[in-house]
């Protein structure tokens, strides 16, 4: 969907803590299938549409320079055993219900997020991922332990971490390999197949994009901003048990917030078509973002936050003791 990227991890010990967080909000967009939205017998737009939509989401990218929001995420698994037969084990541990609460911003290249979960409720302090433009940090709350990390290194680490950024289309704001949202269109070969087609009242430009049995869908609105209020992916057979699949990520509700306009209400949703006709969801998501500002500069200290005292964290160097 997004490309939330997981990306490679540091170490194994990385690659665990990032599963039990991170993670979350991936599985729900990796599967795919479902009905054209624009009508059959519609005659497909020209290639100036896409270069319309094109131009307005680069216009936007340009527009938003810096963010930071409270957000809160819940992520409900499904637990019928034929839809855990099939998730990823190094997610760890299914879940019914979590919540995780945190705080997210960006600014001119700077990138900070934290993340604590609420539910089942841990007693621990949040951990964080940052990054300064120079140099990217690590805390898990949970091992008390941390690392810092090079900026030579951050394809592998803290910026493919975010919760929040790559579900705005912000995420290439901060992170060098996070590309833009017209970037992935262009990518992808989409083309506008309908220049007014209707979103719950909102007027919305829909493009496709097929690649075999995949097809992929965004519903994007120049009314809110050239924001992307829904996208749709969906795929084919996995095997004989499951013959199709279907993901969506839908924008319930924005706001304009210094005059662009943001979502503050977002849901997604990933589940299959078994060969015995059931259709069965996997996970749902639903994210909800607070605004502290959009374009107004953080302190520079947003991205440099300190380890807790006593912290072990790794470097280039060493393991060191955060205080000592």
């Not at 290639?47 to 810096?66: E, F, N, Y």
């Not at 087609?197 to 007027?203: N, Q, Y």
Request: charged fraction near 20%; glycine fraction near 10%.
């Amino acid at each position: 969907m997004f490309n939330l990227a997981s990306g490679r991890r540091l170490a194994p010990r990385l690659a665990a803590i990032a599963a039990a967080v991170t993670t979350i909000a991936v599985v729900a967009i990796l599967v795919g299938w479902g009905r054209l939205a624009a009508g059959a017998d519609a005659t497909p737009p020209g290639d100036a549409a896409l270069q319309t939509v094109l131009a307005g989401l680069q216009a936007r990218d340009a527009a938003i320079t810096s963010a930071a929001a409270d957000y809160t995420l819940e992520t409900e698994e499904n637990q019928d055993p034929d839809v855990l037969a099939y998730r990823d084990p190094d997610m760890g541990p299914s879940a019914a219900r979590r919540v995780i609460e945190g705080h997210w911003a960006f600014d001119r290249g700077s990138f900070y997020e934290d993340h604590r979960l609420v539910y089942p409720e841990v007693a621990e302090g949040p951990s964080f991922n940052a990054f300064d433009g120079r140099q990217g940090c690590f805390y898990d709350a949970g091992g008390k332990w941390g690392a810092e990390i090079p900026a030579s290194w951050m394809k592998d680490s803290v910026c493919s971490q975010s919760q929040v950024g790559p579900w705005l289309y912000l995420a290439h704001n901060y992170d060098p390999n996070e590309p833009t949202q017209s970037q992935l269109l262009l990518k992808a070969k989409a083309a506008v197949v309908d220049d007014a087609t209707d979103l719950s009242g909102v007027k919305c430009y829909l493009l496709e994009a097929k690649d075999g049995a995949r097809t992929q869908r965004w519903w994007i609105s120049p009314d809110r901003g050239w924001l992307t209020l829904k996208y749709e992916r969906t795929g084919g057979a996995y095997n004989d048990e499951i013959v199709a699949g279907k993901s969506t990520w839908t924008i319930e509700d924005c706001a304009q917030v210094n005059g662009a306009w943001m979502p503050t209400v977002l849901t997604s949703q990933g589940g299959h078509t078994r060969a015995d006709g059931r259709t069965l969801w996997a996970m749902k998501q639903k994210l909800t973002l607070t605004y502290q500002g959009i374009n107004k500069p953080a302190p520079a200290a947003t991205f440099q936050p300190a380890f807790p005292t006593g912290t072990h964290f790794m470097t280039t160097d060493g393991v060191h003791v955060a205080g000592e």
